[in-house]
């Protein structure tokens, strides 16, 4: 068996690991933008396809048995090329997607919107002070706010010149709440823009309940149709297990 594993996430990390514990073959795949990304246990593939059709052709060319999507749950184009190209060549597909935020007790209260653009209008109607911990990638939609005080949190530098009222932060997470608590208030945010990712980064969320800080969180696209989604390590090594 020979497993591709789309990365770029702990859970991705994790089932690598699994794998290689297994005495399973297991090559990750990852985009190649972050410059120093925590390389996963096994084999390890950097850079797009090309497409669809790229991807089918690797398929192909290495000879592999399943894919296991767990990249990002926005990373939308790759989830959707990579349901193409199992579908094209008849490999296998599982989509690996940590559970969201939005069964937190709190999440209710919070301001869903289904896009960056909505964040931003609603962001606006809520505060002044504005911490978005949105990715550097989404960052040009805010650079209108050369008005307002702005926490970017970024793994990498922005590759867009950000508004002189920003201050950005390098920094990856997991974060503590006692430190998210001490970075919400010193810099007194009132508004929370996030998007709905799941996972281990939402001392922030705890933080702004805590602190009262509005969030605005922008809702997951949807997955691919047809394609098994399981939201573990334990199940998709199970799924494979399967065979
Ligand atoms: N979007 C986020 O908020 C976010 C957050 C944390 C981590 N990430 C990780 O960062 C990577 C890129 O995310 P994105 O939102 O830019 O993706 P995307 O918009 O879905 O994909 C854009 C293009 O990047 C390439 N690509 C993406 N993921 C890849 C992978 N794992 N291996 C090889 N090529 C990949 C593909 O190029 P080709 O068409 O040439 O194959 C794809 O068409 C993903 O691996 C994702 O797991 C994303």
Redesign the pocket.
């Known amino acids: 068996m020979s497993v591709l594993l789309?990365?770029?996430?702990a859970e991705a990390r994790e089932l690598a690991a699994a794998l290689v514990a297994a005495g399973i073959a297991v090559t990750t795949?990852?985009?190649?933008?972050?410059a120093e990304p925590r390389l996963p246990d096994g084999e390890v593939r950097v850079?797009?396809?090309?497409?669809a059709e790229?991807?089918a052709r690797y398929l192909r060319e290495h000879d592999i048995s399943a894919v296991v999507d767990a990249?990002?749950p926005?990373?939308?184009?790759?989830?959707a090329?990579a349901a193409q190209a199992c579908a094209t060549t008849g490999v296998p597909l599982l989509r690996l997607e940590r559970p969201g935020w939005s069964q937190r007790p709190d999440a209710s209260g919070w301001h869903w919107v289904d896009c960056l653009d909505d964040a931003r209008t609603a962001a606006e109607a809520l505060g002044n002070r504005v911490f978005l911990a949105v990715?550097r990638?989404e960052l040009g939609t805010f650079a209108g706010w050369a008005d307002r005080y702005v926490l970017a949190r970024v793994v990498d530098a922005p590759d867009i010149e950000v508004p002189g009222t920003w201050e950005v932060l390098r920094a990856r997470g997991p974060f503590r709440l006692a430190d998210e608590l001490d970075l919400l208030a010193s810099r007194a945010i009132d508004v929370l823009v996030t998007?709905d990712?799941g996972g281990a980064t939402d001392a922030k969320l705890d933080a702004a309940a805590q602190l009262g800080v509005r969030v605005v969180a922008v809702r997951r696209p949807q997955p691919p149709a047809g394609v098994p989604v399981v939201e573990t390590v334990d199940q998709a090594l199970a799924w494979l297990a399967r065979g």
């Open positions: 789309l990365g770029g996430t795949s990852l985009a190649g933008d972050v850079g797009g396809f090309g497409g790229g991807l990249t990002h926005f990373a939308a184009r790759i989830s090329n990715g990638q998007k990712s």
